[in-house]
């Protein structure tokens, strides 16, 4: 981000559709970055007694049970509940702002105001670019809009809560530069925000979004085996925890293979290759490697709602 940006400010009204475990982890990271305030977010779920909604209310931001109140009060509208309940959102986003224009009393601030045209950004698995366009593009009697509302499909992690999350997103056909602009804005405050083609996008589901299971599995594993070398549970964590961060900051950071990382610690005979003798040995590299294969199959051909 421009350090200009760190001063200004983010502007742009956020509204969350579903508050679950990712739409809080983003309105988290957007609150801790300082750059948003909670009078900018606004979140729903299906009903006010949902333990989702009151854990997202005690974050301070406004919440509802009304999509529709969202979806009038948004710049831009993330679409964050499961991949099933995706599209019917997209039509009731689309019939909102119909009703909305045909009855201009019942308008709020946001959708009232002059140029008005919010952004949609799904953060679901499985579901493409033009499932979203395909509904966003009708009006709610069926018959194609004159300017369809921009459409952006990414994949974020639950790592956005503190900052260390990283997003992948492709845009639809009626977003241009400008309409972006608030996402990279937003999502940058939660980490680092890349543009792929989105034929990537289900494996990046898997390696990314799945991936901090995967690696906390990891990670505990390690923990385990300090455990049983003789260390308190927290002090094991701590150090499997920096083990873990100090890999991946070595590859982000430096630009290093990880198998130059993992022969630079292991010297002739020395205790990390016994190490990795015994990982090799349970198949650990090709465990993972099935992993995030599965979590790939299951994205891309299960988990997509029928049309
Ligand atoms: N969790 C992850 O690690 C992760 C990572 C990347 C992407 N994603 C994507 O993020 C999306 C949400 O996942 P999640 O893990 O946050 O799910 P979750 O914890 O189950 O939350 C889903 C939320 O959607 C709400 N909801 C369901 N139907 C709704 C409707 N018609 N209108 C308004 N709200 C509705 C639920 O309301 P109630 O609270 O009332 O039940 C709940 O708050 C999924 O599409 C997933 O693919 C998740």
Same mark, same amino acid.
């Given at each position: ?33 300082? #750059? ?7 979140? @729903? ?11 997202? /209310?005690?974050? &301070? ?17 993330? %679409?964050?509940?499961?991949? #099933? #309940? ?9 019939? @909102? ?16 105001? *002059? ?19 395909? /509904? $966003? ?14 459409? $952006? ?8 809560? +503190? ?14 530069? +400008?309409?972006? /602009?608030?996402? +990279? /804005? ?22 990314? &979004? ?6 906390? +599995? ?19 964590? *701590? ?12 590859? %982000?950071?430096? &630009? %290093? ?31 993972? $490697? ?7 199959? $299951? ?9």
């Amino acid at each position: 981000m421009l350090a200009a940006d760190k001063t200004r400010g983010v502007t742009y009204k956020i509204g969350f559709i579903g508050c679950g475990n990712m739409a809080r982890s983003l309105a988290e990271g957007m609150l801790l970055s300082g #750059q948003v305030v909670t009078g900018h977010i606004i979140a @729903s779920a299906t009903r006010e007694s949902s333990e989702n909604l009151k854990k997202m /209310k005690a974050l &301070g931001v406004t919440t509802t049970a009304h999509n529709r109140d969202v979806i009038l009060n948004s710049d831009v509208i993330v %679409l964050a509940t499961k991949p #099933q #309940q995706i599209l019917d959102i997209t039509t009731e986003i689309q019939a @909102s702002i119909s009703d909305s224009q045909s009855q201009t009393h019942l308008q709020p601030y946001t959708a009232s105001a *002059k140029n008005w045209r919010p952004l949609i950004v799904s953060v679901a698995a499985s579901i493409t670019i033009s499932d979203l366009e395909e /509904k $966003i593009s009708m009006s709610k009697g069926g018959s194609p809009v004159a300017s369809p509302l921009p459409v $952006i499909r990414s994949m974020p992690t639950v790592a956005s809560s +503190v900052g260390a999350g990283i997003t992948a997103y492709c845009s639809g056909n009626s977003c241009n530069e +400008v309409d972006v /602009k608030p996402f +990279v /804005k937003l999502f940058s405050l939660c980490g680092p925000v890349v543009e792929v083609p989105e034929k990537y996008l289900d494996a990046i589901t898997s390696v990314s &979004g799945c991936g901090i299971a995967f690696a906390a +599995v990891g990670l505990e594993g390690m923990a385990d085996g300090a455990v049983l070398s003789g260390l308190p549970r927290q002090i094991a964590q *701590k150090f499997a925890a920096h083990a873990m961060m100090s890999a991946a900051k070595l590859v %982000l950071h430096k &630009g %290093l293979n990880p198998a130059d990382i993992k022969d630079s610690v292991c010297g002739p005979g020395g205790a990390t290759m016994y190490g990795i003798q015994k990982m090799e040995a349970k198949g650990t590299r090709g465990a993972f $490697i099935d992993a995030v294969m599965a979590s790939t199959v $299951i994205t891309s051909r299960v988990l997509k709602p029928k049309l």
